[in-house]
Protein backbone atom coordinates (compact mmCIF):
# COMPACT_ATOMS: atom_id res chain seq x y z
CA UNK A 1 0.00 0.00 0.00
CA UNK A 2 1.07 3.80 -0.08
CA UNK A 3 2.54 6.31 1.88
CA UNK A 4 -0.91 7.22 4.62
CA UNK A 5 -0.40 10.72 4.10
CA UNK A 6 -1.36 10.13 1.27
CA UNK A 7 -5.00 9.01 2.01
CA UNK A 8 -6.28 12.70 2.70
CA UNK A 9 -5.94 15.76 -0.05
CA UNK A 10 -3.87 18.60 0.65
CA UNK A 11 -7.21 21.01 0.46
CA UNK A 12 -8.69 18.96 3.20
CA UNK A 13 -5.69 18.93 5.40
CA UNK A 14 -5.35 22.94 5.06
CA UNK A 15 -9.50 22.89 6.00
CA UNK A 16 -8.60 21.48 8.91
CA UNK A 17 -5.40 23.19 9.79
CA UNK A 18 -7.58 26.29 9.87
CA UNK A 19 -10.91 26.02 10.38
CA UNK A 20 -12.49 29.40 10.31
CA UNK A 21 -10.84 30.57 7.64
CA UNK A 22 -9.96 34.06 9.07
CA UNK A 23 -7.81 35.13 6.21
CA UNK A 24 -10.61 34.66 3.83
CA UNK A 25 -13.93 37.18 2.61
CA UNK A 26 -16.98 35.85 2.56
CA UNK A 27 -19.56 36.35 0.18
CA UNK A 28 -23.73 35.72 1.78
CA UNK A 29 -25.54 37.51 -1.38
CA UNK A 30 -24.70 37.50 -4.74
CA UNK A 31 -26.30 39.48 -7.65
CA UNK A 32 -29.27 36.99 -8.73
CA UNK A 33 -30.29 37.10 -4.87
CA UNK A 34 -30.18 41.05 -4.92
CA UNK A 35 -32.05 41.03 -8.00
CA UNK A 36 -34.72 38.64 -7.01
CA UNK A 37 -35.16 40.32 -3.65
CA UNK A 38 -35.63 43.76 -5.61
CA UNK A 39 -37.95 42.04 -7.20
CA UNK A 40 -39.75 40.75 -4.42
CA UNK A 41 -39.64 44.12 -2.71
CA UNK A 42 -41.20 46.04 -6.18
CA UNK A 43 -43.57 43.87 -5.74
CA UNK A 44 -44.98 43.96 -2.33
CA UNK A 45 -44.71 47.81 -2.38
CA UNK A 46 -46.97 47.28 -5.75
CA UNK A 47 -49.54 45.02 -3.70
CA UNK A 48 -49.81 47.54 -0.99
CA UNK A 49 -49.96 50.50 -3.61
CA UNK A 50 -53.14 48.42 -4.48
CA UNK A 51 -54.25 47.50 -1.27
CA UNK A 52 -55.07 51.34 -0.55
CA UNK A 53 -55.05 52.85 -4.06
CA UNK A 54 -56.48 49.90 -6.21
CA UNK A 55 -60.13 48.98 -5.93
CA UNK A 56 -62.24 45.19 -6.04
CA UNK A 57 -65.71 44.99 -7.71
CA UNK A 58 -68.27 43.40 -6.54
CA UNK A 59 -70.69 42.45 -9.43
CA UNK A 60 -74.46 41.54 -10.27
CA UNK A 61 -74.75 39.05 -13.29
CA UNK A 62 -78.11 38.57 -15.25
CA UNK A 63 -78.85 37.79 -18.86
CA UNK A 64 -80.80 39.85 -21.55
CA UNK A 65 -81.09 41.33 -25.20
CA UNK A 66 -80.75 44.42 -27.03
CA UNK A 67 -83.39 46.66 -28.21
CA UNK A 68 -83.98 49.67 -29.76
CA UNK A 69 -85.57 52.79 -27.57
CA UNK A 70 -88.41 52.97 -29.69
CA UNK A 71 -91.65 52.61 -28.52
CA UNK A 72 -92.67 48.89 -27.76
CA UNK A 73 -96.47 47.84 -29.62
CA UNK A 74 -97.79 44.87 -28.48
CA UNK A 75 -100.65 43.52 -31.78
CA UNK A 76 -103.49 40.67 -31.72
CA UNK A 77 -106.54 40.95 -33.73
CA UNK A 78 -109.84 42.49 -32.48
CA UNK A 79 -111.88 39.30 -32.57
CA UNK A 80 -110.75 35.85 -31.87
CA UNK A 81 -110.26 32.96 -33.61
CA UNK A 82 -107.39 30.43 -34.62
CA UNK A 83 -104.01 31.24 -36.67
CA UNK A 84 -103.96 29.82 -40.08
CA UNK A 85 -100.56 31.24 -41.30
CA UNK A 86 -97.90 33.62 -39.58
CA UNK A 87 -95.61 35.41 -42.05
CA UNK A 88 -92.88 37.12 -40.15
CA UNK A 89 -90.12 36.18 -38.27
CA UNK A 90 -88.24 37.32 -35.23
CA UNK A 91 -86.24 40.44 -35.79
CA UNK A 92 -88.23 40.97 -39.44
CA UNK A 93 -88.95 44.65 -40.42
CA UNK A 94 -92.52 45.13 -40.80
CA UNK A 95 -93.89 48.59 -43.00
CA UNK A 96 -97.31 49.61 -41.38
CA UNK A 97 -100.15 48.00 -42.88
CA UNK A 98 -98.04 44.64 -43.92
CA UNK A 99 -99.86 42.01 -42.94
CA UNK A 100 -98.83 40.12 -39.97
CA UNK A 101 -100.78 36.10 -39.77
CA UNK A 102 -104.12 35.29 -40.45
CA UNK A 103 -107.15 34.52 -38.50
CA UNK A 104 -109.31 32.08 -38.80
CA UNK A 105 -113.00 34.08 -37.88
CA UNK A 106 -114.55 30.59 -36.49
CA UNK A 107 -117.38 32.65 -34.30
CA UNK A 108 -117.80 35.32 -37.10
CA UNK A 109 -118.02 33.08 -39.48
CA UNK A 110 -120.86 31.24 -37.52
CA UNK A 111 -122.50 34.32 -36.67
CA UNK A 112 -122.38 35.57 -39.91
CA UNK A 113 -123.73 32.44 -41.66
CA UNK A 114 -126.83 32.42 -38.76
CA UNK A 115 -127.45 36.23 -39.85
CA UNK A 116 -127.57 35.39 -43.23
CA UNK A 117 -129.97 32.65 -43.02
CA UNK A 118 -132.13 34.83 -40.62
CA UNK A 119 -131.98 37.66 -43.87
CA UNK A 120 -133.02 34.59 -45.60
CA UNK A 121 -135.71 33.96 -43.64
CA UNK A 122 -137.23 37.26 -43.42
CA UNK A 123 -136.95 37.97 -47.24
CA UNK A 124 -139.37 35.00 -47.78
CA UNK A 125 -141.67 35.47 -44.74
CA UNK A 126 -142.49 39.11 -46.87
CA UNK A 127 -142.26 37.35 -50.49
CA UNK A 128 -144.98 34.68 -48.49
CA UNK A 129 -146.87 37.56 -47.00
CA UNK A 130 -147.31 39.54 -49.95
CA UNK A 131 -148.37 36.60 -52.13
CA UNK A 132 -151.04 36.01 -48.98
CA UNK A 133 -152.00 39.37 -49.25
CA UNK A 134 -152.35 39.50 -53.38
CA UNK A 135 -154.93 36.55 -52.97
CA UNK A 136 -156.34 37.97 -49.96
CA UNK A 137 -157.34 40.86 -51.70
CA UNK A 138 -158.32 39.55 -54.71
CA UNK A 139 -160.69 37.49 -52.36
CA UNK A 140 -161.56 40.15 -49.93
CA UNK A 141 -162.74 42.59 -52.92
CA UNK A 142 -164.99 39.79 -54.41
CA UNK A 143 -166.52 39.25 -51.02
CA UNK A 144 -166.80 42.53 -50.19
CA UNK A 145 -168.56 43.59 -53.40
CA UNK A 146 -170.90 40.11 -52.84
CA UNK A 147 -171.74 41.76 -49.44
CA UNK A 148 -172.69 44.89 -50.75
CA UNK A 149 -175.00 43.71 -53.29
CA UNK A 150 -176.53 41.00 -50.17
CA UNK A 151 -177.09 44.11 -48.11
CA UNK A 152 -178.49 46.63 -51.20
CA UNK A 153 -180.91 43.65 -51.61
CA UNK A 154 -182.01 43.50 -48.21
CA UNK A 155 -182.09 47.02 -47.84
CA UNK A 156 -184.00 46.80 -50.96
CA UNK A 157 -186.28 43.67 -49.87
CA UNK A 158 -186.91 45.65 -46.35
CA UNK A 159 -187.87 49.09 -47.37
CA UNK A 160 -190.90 47.45 -49.31
CA UNK A 161 -191.72 45.24 -46.10
CA UNK A 162 -191.46 48.65 -44.31
CA UNK A 163 -194.14 50.29 -46.76
CA UNK A 164 -196.15 47.24 -46.67
CA UNK A 165 -196.32 47.80 -42.80
CA UNK A 166 -196.36 51.34 -42.80
CA UNK A 167 -199.80 51.11 -44.69
CA UNK A 168 -200.89 48.19 -42.30
CA UNK A 169 -199.85 50.14 -39.06
CA UNK A 170 -202.22 52.74 -40.06
CA UNK A 171 -205.01 50.45 -41.18
CA UNK A 172 -205.01 48.40 -37.71
CA UNK A 173 -204.46 51.93 -36.03
CA UNK A 174 -207.45 52.94 -37.44
CA UNK A 175 -209.49 50.07 -36.47
CA UNK A 176 -208.19 50.00 -32.84
CA UNK A 177 -209.54 53.75 -32.46
CA UNK A 178 -213.16 52.17 -33.79
CA UNK A 179 -212.27 49.16 -31.28
CA UNK A 180 -212.79 46.36 -34.15
CA UNK A 181 -209.13 45.11 -33.15
CA UNK A 182 -207.42 44.17 -30.09
CA UNK A 183 -204.74 46.37 -28.86
CA UNK A 184 -202.76 43.25 -28.99
CA UNK A 185 -203.26 43.08 -32.73
CA UNK A 186 -202.08 46.40 -33.22
CA UNK A 187 -199.40 46.29 -31.21
CA UNK A 188 -197.74 43.53 -32.84
CA UNK A 189 -197.86 44.82 -36.67
CA UNK A 190 -196.28 48.25 -34.89
CA UNK A 191 -193.87 46.35 -33.45
CA UNK A 192 -193.15 44.28 -37.20
CA UNK A 193 -192.60 48.16 -38.65
CA UNK A 194 -190.23 48.67 -35.71
CA UNK A 195 -188.38 45.26 -36.20
CA UNK A 196 -188.28 46.01 -39.92
CA UNK A 197 -187.07 50.00 -39.56
CA UNK A 198 -184.25 48.22 -37.27
CA UNK A 199 -183.43 46.12 -39.72
CA UNK A 200 -183.17 48.62 -42.65
CA UNK A 201 -180.40 50.55 -40.17
CA UNK A 202 -178.48 47.53 -39.75
CA UNK A 203 -178.26 46.35 -42.96
CA UNK A 204 -177.16 50.27 -44.08
CA UNK A 205 -174.59 50.49 -41.27
CA UNK A 206 -173.41 47.18 -42.18
CA UNK A 207 -172.73 48.72 -45.83
CA UNK A 208 -171.12 51.67 -44.54
CA UNK A 209 -169.04 49.71 -42.92
CA UNK A 210 -167.44 47.52 -45.93
CA UNK A 211 -165.18 50.05 -46.99
CA UNK A 212 -163.70 50.60 -43.37
CA UNK A 213 -162.95 47.16 -42.98
CA UNK A 214 -161.59 46.90 -46.44
CA UNK A 215 -159.44 50.01 -45.46
CA UNK A 216 -158.65 48.20 -41.72
CA UNK A 217 -157.15 45.15 -43.78
CA UNK A 218 -155.17 46.92 -45.77
CA UNK A 219 -153.58 49.35 -42.70
CA UNK A 220 -152.83 45.98 -40.94
CA UNK A 221 -151.23 44.54 -44.30
CA UNK A 222 -148.96 47.82 -44.74
CA UNK A 223 -148.16 47.87 -40.40
CA UNK A 224 -147.33 44.03 -41.11
CA UNK A 225 -145.00 44.62 -44.53
CA UNK A 226 -143.30 47.64 -42.56
CA UNK A 227 -142.57 45.51 -39.92
CA UNK A 228 -140.72 42.82 -42.02
CA UNK A 229 -138.81 45.29 -44.04
CA UNK A 230 -137.92 46.88 -40.82
CA UNK A 231 -136.04 43.60 -39.47
CA UNK A 232 -134.76 43.24 -43.11
CA UNK A 233 -133.21 46.59 -43.40
CA UNK A 234 -132.14 45.86 -39.83
CA UNK A 235 -130.35 41.99 -40.74
CA UNK A 236 -128.84 43.31 -43.22
CA UNK A 237 -127.10 46.09 -41.56
CA UNK A 238 -125.72 42.86 -39.09
CA UNK A 239 -124.79 40.98 -42.32
CA UNK A 240 -122.59 43.89 -43.65
CA UNK A 241 -121.24 44.61 -40.32
CA UNK A 242 -120.28 41.12 -39.47
CA UNK A 243 -119.09 40.52 -43.13
CA UNK A 244 -116.73 44.00 -42.76
CA UNK A 245 -115.43 42.67 -39.02
CA UNK A 246 -114.80 39.27 -40.93
CA UNK A 247 -112.71 41.01 -43.37
CA UNK A 248 -110.85 43.18 -40.67
CA UNK A 249 -109.82 40.40 -38.32
CA UNK A 250 -109.29 37.61 -40.87
CA UNK A 251 -105.78 39.53 -41.76
CA UNK A 252 -103.86 41.17 -38.73
CA UNK A 253 -102.04 43.88 -40.22
CA UNK A 254 -99.15 45.79 -38.53
CA UNK A 255 -100.23 49.44 -37.27
CA UNK A 256 -96.89 50.16 -36.91
CA UNK A 257 -93.55 50.40 -38.73
CA UNK A 258 -90.38 48.32 -36.81
CA UNK A 259 -89.01 45.48 -36.02
CA UNK A 260 -90.53 42.04 -34.58
CA UNK A 261 -89.45 41.62 -31.46
CA UNK A 262 -91.76 39.01 -30.07
CA UNK A 263 -94.25 36.38 -30.95
CA UNK A 264 -96.35 34.90 -28.66
CA UNK A 265 -98.56 32.15 -30.88
CA UNK A 266 -97.95 29.84 -33.41
CA UNK A 267 -100.16 28.75 -36.02
CA UNK A 268 -102.76 26.35 -34.99
CA UNK A 269 -103.39 28.00 -31.86
CA UNK A 270 -106.48 29.78 -30.92
CA UNK A 271 -106.55 33.39 -30.00
CA UNK A 272 -108.50 35.45 -27.59
CA UNK A 273 -110.42 39.25 -27.90
CA UNK A 274 -107.35 41.60 -28.49
CA UNK A 275 -105.22 39.24 -27.16
CA UNK A 276 -101.72 40.15 -28.24
CA UNK A 277 -99.80 37.85 -30.91
CA UNK A 278 -96.93 40.00 -31.88
CA UNK A 279 -94.36 42.54 -30.04
CA UNK A 280 -93.01 45.01 -32.82
CA UNK A 281 -90.78 47.58 -31.72
CA UNK A 282 -91.57 50.94 -33.04
CA UNK A 283 -88.96 52.28 -35.97
CA UNK A 284 -86.89 55.31 -34.49
CA UNK A 285 -86.49 58.55 -36.75
CA UNK A 286 -83.27 58.62 -35.64
CA UNK A 287 -80.16 57.00 -38.09
CA UNK A 288 -78.13 55.12 -35.89
CA UNK A 289 -80.54 54.35 -33.23
CA UNK A 290 -78.65 53.37 -29.55
CA UNK A 291 -79.37 50.16 -28.08
CA UNK A 292 -80.27 49.65 -24.87
CA UNK A 293 -79.81 46.03 -22.80
CA UNK A 294 -82.56 44.93 -21.36
CA UNK A 295 -81.59 42.56 -18.47
CA UNK A 296 -83.29 39.96 -15.89
CA UNK A 297 -81.26 39.48 -12.70
CA UNK A 298 -82.20 37.82 -9.60
CA UNK A 299 -84.59 39.65 -7.46
CA UNK A 300 -82.69 39.23 -4.47
CA UNK A 301 -79.30 40.73 -6.25
CA UNK A 302 -81.18 43.46 -7.75
CA UNK A 303 -82.19 45.25 -4.90
CA UNK A 304 -78.56 46.39 -4.46
CA UNK A 305 -78.89 48.03 -8.31
CA UNK A 306 -79.30 51.95 -8.50
CA UNK A 307 -78.96 54.41 -11.01
CA UNK A 308 -76.18 55.40 -13.02
CA UNK A 309 -74.34 51.94 -12.15
CA UNK A 310 -71.58 50.81 -14.38
CA UNK A 311 -72.03 47.81 -16.31
CA UNK A 312 -70.13 45.83 -18.55
CA UNK A 313 -72.14 44.21 -21.83
CA UNK A 314 -71.20 41.17 -23.40
CA UNK A 315 -72.80 39.64 -26.77
CA UNK A 316 -72.76 36.18 -27.12
CA UNK A 317 -72.05 36.64 -30.82
CA UNK A 318 -68.90 38.27 -30.22
CA UNK A 319 -65.48 36.80 -28.17
CA UNK A 320 -64.99 38.76 -25.08
CA UNK A 321 -60.94 37.64 -24.83
CA UNK A 322 -60.73 39.37 -27.95
CA UNK A 323 -63.01 42.01 -28.16
CA UNK A 324 -64.20 42.78 -24.61
CA UNK A 325 -67.23 43.80 -23.76
CA UNK A 326 -69.52 47.03 -24.20
CA UNK A 327 -69.44 49.60 -21.49
CA UNK A 328 -72.69 50.89 -19.77
CA UNK A 329 -74.83 52.52 -17.29
CA UNK A 330 -77.84 51.21 -15.38
CA UNK A 331 -80.49 54.19 -16.16
CA UNK A 332 -83.93 52.50 -15.02
CA UNK A 333 -84.56 49.00 -13.33
CA UNK A 334 -88.01 47.47 -11.88
CA UNK A 335 -89.37 47.49 -8.25
CA UNK A 336 -90.57 44.29 -8.26
CA UNK A 337 -89.59 40.81 -10.21
CA UNK A 338 -91.56 40.29 -13.42
CA UNK A 339 -93.30 37.41 -14.78
CA UNK A 340 -92.33 34.42 -17.17
CA UNK A 341 -95.21 35.82 -19.29
CA UNK A 342 -93.50 39.24 -19.09
CA UNK A 343 -89.95 38.06 -20.10
CA UNK A 344 -91.64 35.95 -23.09
CA UNK A 345 -93.10 38.73 -24.48
CA UNK A 346 -90.09 40.63 -24.51
CA UNK A 347 -87.82 38.31 -25.61
CA UNK A 348 -89.95 35.96 -27.07
CA UNK A 349 -87.17 33.19 -26.67
CA UNK A 350 -88.91 30.02 -24.51
CA UNK A 351 -85.72 28.81 -23.98
CA UNK A 352 -83.93 31.58 -22.80
CA UNK A 353 -86.70 32.64 -20.31
CA UNK A 354 -86.05 29.20 -19.12
CA UNK A 355 -83.05 29.70 -18.24
CA UNK A 356 -83.48 33.28 -16.69
CA UNK A 357 -86.33 31.71 -14.35
CA UNK A 358 -84.43 28.80 -13.07
CA UNK A 359 -82.32 30.93 -10.91
CA UNK A 360 -85.45 32.39 -9.43
CA UNK A 361 -87.71 34.93 -9.29
CA UNK A 362 -86.14 37.91 -11.64
CA UNK A 363 -85.97 41.87 -11.89
CA UNK A 364 -85.68 43.65 -14.95
CA UNK A 365 -82.70 46.10 -15.56
CA UNK A 366 -82.24 48.68 -18.29
CA UNK A 367 -78.60 49.18 -19.17
CA UNK A 368 -77.63 51.96 -21.41
CA UNK A 369 -74.89 51.42 -23.95
CA UNK A 370 -72.10 54.07 -23.68
CA UNK A 371 -71.60 55.06 -27.23
CA UNK A 372 -68.33 55.91 -29.11
CA UNK A 373 -67.17 57.72 -32.60
CA UNK A 374 -64.13 56.06 -32.62
CA UNK A 375 -65.57 52.51 -33.26
CA UNK A 376 -67.40 51.04 -35.45
CA UNK A 377 -70.19 49.67 -34.00
CA UNK A 378 -70.64 53.10 -32.45
CA UNK A 379 -70.18 51.44 -28.71
CA UNK A 380 -67.23 51.92 -26.04
CA UNK A 381 -65.53 48.43 -25.41
CA UNK A 382 -63.34 47.58 -22.79
CA UNK A 383 -60.48 46.48 -25.03
CA UNK A 384 -59.17 48.79 -28.01
CA UNK A 385 -61.64 49.19 -30.74
CA UNK A 386 -64.42 46.25 -30.19
CA UNK A 387 -65.22 44.19 -33.18
CA UNK A 388 -65.38 45.42 -36.77
CA UNK A 389 -68.99 45.26 -37.51
CA UNK A 390 -72.62 47.12 -36.44
CA UNK A 391 -74.20 45.50 -33.44
CA UNK A 392 -77.91 44.82 -34.53
CA UNK A 393 -81.06 44.75 -32.06
CA UNK A 394 -82.40 41.42 -30.48
CA UNK A 395 -79.06 40.42 -29.81
CA UNK A 396 -78.90 37.93 -27.01
CA UNK A 397 -76.08 39.36 -23.63
CA UNK A 398 -74.87 39.00 -20.37
CA UNK A 399 -74.51 41.74 -18.46
CA UNK A 400 -72.27 42.43 -15.55
CA UNK A 401 -73.97 45.65 -13.19
CA UNK A 402 -70.53 46.75 -10.83
CA UNK A 403 -72.69 47.59 -7.37
CA UNK A 404 -69.70 48.28 -5.30
CA UNK A 405 -65.77 48.95 -5.45
CA UNK A 406 -64.15 48.62 -2.18
CA UNK A 407 -60.11 48.88 -1.34
CA UNK A 408 -58.75 45.58 -1.27
CA UNK A 409 -57.11 46.09 2.04
CA UNK A 410 -60.51 46.84 3.88
CA UNK A 411 -60.82 43.68 2.78
CA UNK A 412 -57.92 42.12 4.30
CA UNK A 413 -58.18 44.04 7.45
CA UNK A 414 -60.91 41.87 8.98
CA UNK A 415 -59.34 38.59 7.92
CA UNK A 416 -56.22 39.89 10.17
CA UNK A 417 -58.34 40.97 12.89
CA UNK A 418 -60.53 38.17 13.41
CA UNK A 419 -58.06 35.24 12.80
CA UNK A 420 -54.43 37.30 13.41
CA UNK A 421 -55.15 39.17 16.19
CA UNK A 422 -58.46 37.59 17.74
CA UNK A 423 -60.33 40.36 17.57
CA UNK A 424 -64.09 41.23 15.58
CA UNK A 425 -66.94 38.03 15.13
CA UNK A 426 -66.25 35.14 16.73
CA UNK A 427 -68.53 31.99 16.32
Not at 13 to 30: A, F, N, R, T, W
Not at 78 to 104: F, T
Request: hydrophobic share 35%; with cysteine; glycine share 8%.
Amino acid sequence: MGNPGNLFRKKALEKLSSPEQLDQMMCYVGPKQWIFLLACLVLLLSLLLWGFFGSVPTKISGMGILLGTGNIVELGPKGGGRISRIAVYINDYVEKGQPLAWIEQIDTEQKLEEAEKKLENLRKQLAQAEATETSRKGYEDTYTEKQRQTLKASIAAAEERMKRLRDMERKYAALFEKQLVTEKQYMDVRDDYDRVLEDILTYRQNLAKLPVSTVESQSQWEKERRDLEYQILQQQEQVRQLETTFQENRVLLSTVSGYITGIYKNPGEIVGDGEAIFVVEEELREENAILYAQTYVSAGEGKKIRKGMEALVSLIMIKEEEYGSIRGRVWNFSDAPVSKKTMLRMLGDENLVDQIAQRGAAMLVAVDLLSSDSTVSGYAWTSGKGPPMKIERNTLCSVEIVTRRQKPITLVLPFIKKYLLGVGETE
